[in-house]
């Protein structure tokens, strides 16, 4: 009797396209390479020493410290302007939280598998990977504070590397792979662009700005 032919997702696809060789390649090169460089994963990595620094540097690219403290200045602030860079900040914020949490709930990438669940609070978009919100949220923030604060030019450098070391620190503690950070820092300087064409003001939003 004739044998019962094979599922196809069984059968050996002896003709992949060139499109899917090259991303099979190119997914087997970034969780490789994010593993290789994920040295603070735990305490007993390559550089577990370092992972109590890396994780106060984690705290200071989350969204709730960023959250807070614009809230707090926005309410004490006495100054127009300072109100309206202020609001917008947190627009921003908010913006980058509602789309980072959407494109993790669509793509649904897991978290790298040598990745620790210690994380400074989560929710349950969390357990995805893809984007990473950290880099999303330390470009967009570059951005805006070189765009909106007069500061020396030793304090914009500073500002540059904090959102570089933010983003290196991901790959670091495990929690993220390199395309996670990368598509992240590409997502958050574009999301500049639409807070900026969005921009509140008195003009724009009179009711926002009787409120505050």
């Known amino acids: 009797s004739a044998a019962a032919p094979l599922p196809e ?15 099979s ?21 390559a550089w577990g020493s370092a992972r109590p620094l890396m994780k106060v540097i984690e705290v200071s690219g989350h969204g709730i410290p960023w959250l807070l403290g614009t809230f707090c200045g926005l309410c004490q602030s006495d100054s127009s302007a300072a109100r309206e860079v202020l609001l917008n900040l947190l627009f921003a914020l908010l913006l980058d939280l509602v789309l980072v949490a959407v ?5 649904k990438r897991r978290r790298p598998t040598h990745n620790k669940m210690d ?5 349950s978009v969390d357990k995805y990977s893809f984007p990473s919100g950290h880099a999303t949220r330390a470009a967009l923030v570059c951005r805006f504070l070189l765009r909106h604060l ?10 540059v590397l904090w959102a570089l070391i933010v983003s290196i ?3 670091m503690l495990g929690r993220h792979n390199m395309t996670d950070v990368l598509f992240g820092l590409v997502l ?11 921009w509140l003001s008195p003009l724009s939003a ?6 505050w």
Not at 25 to 45: H, M, P, Q, T, Y
Not at 119 to 123: D, Q, S
């Open 119 to 123: 994380m400074f609070v989560t929710i």
């Open 9 to 23: 997702e069984d059968c050996m696809k002896l003709n992949p396209s060139f499109l899917g060789i090259a991303l």
């Open 25 to 45: 390649s190119l997914l087997a090169i970034d969780l490789w390479a994010s593993k290789r460089l994920g040295v603070c994963a735990g305490e007993n990595s």
């Open 188 to 198: 958050g300087y574009a999301l500049y662009s639409v807070v900026e064409y969005c």
């Open 206 to 211: 009179p009711a926002l700005f009787a409120h």
């Open 169 to 171: 620190s991901r790959v």
């Open 150 to 159: 007069v500061l020396a030019v030793p304090l914009r450098v500073l500002v």
């Open 103 to 107: 494109v993790k709930g669509l793509v």
